[in-house]
């Protein structure tokens, strides 16, 4: 079934240490993003990738680090966590570099940060 | 500052329609979106509006006013399978993607 699979689906995390969500589609999409989402707030953007190969900072990517060596894969990496990153993380793909606003989300990984 | 503004909880009946606006104030503007939010689940694109006026896509209607910075998504007909939260976003002028929190739709029967 083609889309965006997530992994790991939920994960509890102890404070200062380092963790990767991983990201892949198969849908041969150009772009993908990495949000957050906490109660309350909407979603924000972490880091994006317009094409394999390039990166982008969103609007909270303090903490965060990406990479985009393929196509498919876009992982999203915390260094050391800290508390505040307790949240829900989605990843999303759209069909072209340039964003047209149509995004496919994965399931999400809730992540607990102790 | 960027900002998306939508009511936090709206209650409804089965079988009625509601209307949830949405108003924004954004550098720029390169579209509005709705999406729908099923508890504990991803995000599912439902309507995208750029011109000014109603876009009709079967029980689901979004409106746009550019001048007021205002939309509307209408729900028609509500099912139970509608409880769910709904998100506005803007695309801005640097085509980043800026959210609402999300209005959560509570359908009663």
């Known amino acids: 079934i083609a889309g965006i699979t997530q992994a790991p689906t939920s994960q509890i995390l102890a404070a200062g240490r380092r963790m990767t969500l991983r990201c892949t589609q198969d849908m041969r999409h150009n772009a993908m993003y990495w949000y957050r989402q906490d109660l309350g707030l909407g979603l924000r953007l972490i880091h994006y990738?317009?094409?394999?190969?390039?990166?982008g900072k969103g609007e909270v990517p303090d903490g965060y680090s990406v990479s985009r060596a393929n196509t498919d894969d876009f992982p999203l990496t915390l260094a050391s966590a800290v508390p505040s990153q307790t949240s829900v993380y989605f990843c999303a793909s759209s069909p072209k570099s340039l964003n047209t606003g149509e995004l496919f989300f994965g399931e999400g990984s809730r992540l607990t940060v102790l | 500052g960027q900002n998306i503004d939508q009511p936090t909880e709206m209650t409804a009946t089965e079988g009625a329609i509601v209307q949830i606006n949405c108003t924004y104030q954004t550098s720029g503007f390169n579209g509005l979106f709705w999406y729908q939010q099923h508890a504990g689940e991803a995000p599912t694109f439902l309507s995208y509006?750029?011109l000014d006026g109603l876009e009709e896509k079967g029980r689901f209607s979004s409106f746009l006013s550019r001048s007021k910075g205002y939309s509307y998504l209408l729900l028609k007909e509500l099912q139970m399978k509608d409880s769910a939260s709904y998100l506005c976003a803007v695309m801005d002028s640097n085509y980043q993607l800026i959210w609402g929190a999300g209005t959560k739709l509570i359908i009663k029967p």
């Open positions: 509006n750029v």
């Open positions: 990738s317009n094409t394999a190969g390039t990166t």
